[in-house]
């Protein structure tokens, strides 16, 4: 800067407010630094700022697979909040994996991130208490963290699946097959416990025959639509499918199985959590419940920065509504 | 980390191998300087270093839209990447605006980054040079450089379109129109030029009115489809949509168009330039020209981090091919 200063023949102050965009630098003054800076090929650098503030600006996002649409809209939508504050976003995605969970939020966090949006994975997040005492704001999205107290925002799963299910006895079915992801996820945990509840509330057995619970593979739920659509004395006539992974596995596989004549003679109803982009044209559309990604990604960033402005504020766990689009597969009667 | 040293009684230099997973502590010594670090809340600190070396392993990847899989599989993909070589990422969305991704771009490498991975927006790059001057690398996805001198990953676009365009000559169509993207992006021109090129190839004249390109929205699609195949005194009985957003939007329109009554006896025959999730399983299947979005940003990852290990290598220009998947709505005769 100093030499931008000396080659413009202006004071170095003058060469920061330019840099800066500070006003009370007349236009051609203003005009005379940048053609310097140009000639000189003067690269702005943040990094001693950074040091000498102690804050980068920066906030990293862990998710579990940033080519998920439903994480990458959260993601955007974070993007979006920062850009606001002048922010810019570190991501990251760790599938189901806690050490690499670990390794990316600590890594982010050597950084000197001033904030972290992590979907929590594994059951100890206990390893971010020392950069939340140094100062890192942290907000968990989508499942909460264990052992820590810290802002979260999460869905109403229970009651999302209470609306699926209840629409479903509504219609006449008794026989309501549920395909979930591995149980020790919370989501999928809250959205069986959501099934559970619900049928027991209105008097039905659970048959646990009629209940899959795993890490979605196309085997896993090709087993779990035979056992429940046909090798069950009493088949399931409707399925409600734990995540948009899983219901379009689902769907593809009831296609394999209708063109297989395995002896499918009825498409289940069907009712899946999350909605995806094209359920509407496919045929019949498919009925969801609707999560916000865009929305739940947008609370979280604005929590964060709240966070970041200080203050001694107790955790706040938002839960964020979910909502029933009928678009034909789950208005199927049994 | 001198305080952590002195509480596991240990050198300094002992701590600096725990911490940086070095070899050569006995186990039971690691044992006691991680106690310590516990105890202590010693925090990794990557800044100093950073300012040290010069260099911060990380990158900047600036896509159009994170929240559209096509961007989110590749960012993935160079996350992955990244992560094997110990790098972290940066990402920023920037719509087609030139000035929002230049801002991105300066502020990413403000922040040090060691690389960045672009798809250019706008006609003009140059403001880059200092930065690739100074050792930044750069590698541009999707669309190449304008006026500046860099590593590219391409899609063959000329050759995808050709495919598509003979699958349906080949099927009788000789009224095939094109719904494309805005005319100055890049893709979207190399795309049309190959419907052109095509019909121009196999003898035929283009008629202007089976042309329509324009930044994708519901009412313009919609007003280029009643004019292809409604008001036109002889229908196009062929579409080929220049990219996946598009295509969801005419499927949409289409399904509409015949629910309205309005007289579109017959769903024209579709071929799509990119692939998309549930493609097929939609009725019928859609048919692609499938591009491989992890395989882009596996390759300008892989370029990237060539380049920034050094020497002097001149730019690479990168074209990967598209494939045809016939999946039904291609298929359908005039």
């Not at 000197?112 to 890192?136: K, N, W």
Request: hydrophobic letters at 40%; charged letters at 25%; glycine letters at 10%.
């Amino acid at each position: 800067m100093n030499d931008v200063a000396a080659a413009a023949g202006v004071a170095l102050k003058t060469v920061s407010r330019v840099v800066n965009d500070e006003p009370g630098v007349n236009p051609a003054t203003a005009e005379k630094v940048r053609g310097a800076i140009e000639a000189l090929g003067f690269r702005r650098n943040d990094g001693a700022r950074t040091l000498r503030r102690g804050h980068t600006s920066s906030i990293g996002v862990i998710v579990r697979d940033l080519a998920d649409p439903f994480y990458s809209t959260l993601t955007r939508a974070v993007e979006e909040v920062a850009l606001t504050h002048g922010f810019l976003v570190f991501t990251g995605s760790c599938d189901e994996s806690a050490s690499r969970q670990r390794e990316l939020a600590l890594a982010f966090c050597a950084r000197r991130v001033d904030g972290i949006i992590i979907v929590p994975v594994g059951d100890d997040q206990r390893y971010l208490e020392p950069e939340i005492h140094a100062g890192v704001a942290a907000v968990f999205v989508d499942r909460p963290a264990t052992n820590i107290d810290a802002d979260s925002v999460l869905v109403d799963n229970v009651g999302g699946v209470r609306k699926g299910i209840e629409h479903l006895l509504a219609r006449g079915h008794r026989r309501i097959g549920y395909i979930g992801d591995a149980p020790e996820i919370f989501t999928a945990g809250e959205r069986v416990r959501g099934y559970r509840e619900t049928l027991t509330a209105a008097g039905h057995l659970i048959d646990p025959s009629l209940i899959a619970m795993a890490s979605p593979s196309r085997q896993g739920i090709r087993a779990a639509l035979e056992r429940m659509l046909l090798s069950s004395p009493s088949p399931a006539t409707a399925l409600f499918t734990g995540n948009s992974r899983i219901t379009v596995t689902v769907l593809r596989e009831l296609a394999e199985l209708e063109a297989s004549g395995q002896g499918l003679e009825r498409r289940p109803a069907l009712v899946s959590f999350d909605d995806f982009d094209l359920a509407d044209l496919l045929t019949p559309g498919v009925t969801v419940i609707a999560q916000d990604p865009a929305r739940i990604g947008r609370t979280a960033a604005e929590l964060l920065f709240r966070r970041m402005e200080g203050g001694n504020l107790s955790p706040v766990r938002r839960e964020l509504p979910t909502r029933l689009i009928p678009r034909g597969s789950g208005e199927a009667l049994p």
